[in-house]
């Protein structure tokens, strides 16, 4: 049996789950999502608590369980608390600017690199303009997010400039002259 698999989900008060036909759809204090899981995986509602159960123990359902397991936990967690994930912009020059729903990146290049964000995403940049912090409920949305604003400029593993997550930590290689 999985590990992450078997244990139960706590819906928290204020959280409101349906499932229906493959089909959970689970809406809290922060927002709605909604997710078709496979039809191999028997999801229940039990007092408060979600139940993720396979028929067998094929390797494709036994792949299945944890895994559907950990998005519907992270469907309620979003809806319930939602996520924030924080960027730090680190280089002479380098700055991040809000306008409306586009983050305008001065990131060393000869032009001006701007990111629209999608439908779902908000953001925030810092007085300074070197960090950002981004919300979602959705986790899988705001990691790809995040992602892709630190393919804009990864950081740099001789220097330290670029982007990177905040809890990153970069070990800086020493240079030609390394002694």
Not at 70 to 80: E, K
Not at 82 to 97: E, M, N
Request: proline share 4%; net charge positive; glycine share 10%.
């Amino acid at each position: 049996m999985s590990r992450i698999g078997k244990n139960p989900i706590n819906v928290p008060t204020g959280t409101d789950v349906k499932i229906e036909n493959n089909l959970i759809s689970v809406k809290g204090p922060r927002g709605e999502l909604k997710w078709n899981f496979s039809g191999q995986m028997k999801v229940a509602l039990e007092d408060k608590q979600i139940v993720v159960n396979r028929s067998s123990d094929a390797n494709q359902e036994r792949a299945l369980h944890g895994t559907t397991r950990s998005i519907i936990a992270n469907m309620v967690t979003g809806t319930s608390e939602g996520f924030k994930r924080d960027l730090l912009i680190s280089g002479v020059g380098y700055r991040a600017q809000l306008q409306g729903n586009k983050i305008s990146f001065t990131l060393g290049y000869s032009h001006p690199v701007e990111f629209e964000l999608p439908a779902g995403v908000t953001a925030e940049v810092d007085k300074k303009q070197t960090q950002i912090t981004l919300h979602s409920i959705d986790k899988q949305l705001i990691g790809q997010v995040a992602a892709n604003i630190r393919a804009l400029r990864p950081p740099n593993v001789y220097k330290g400039k670029g982007i990177k997550y905040a809890e990153e930590i970069i070990k800086l290689k020493v240079g030609k002259s390394g002694k």
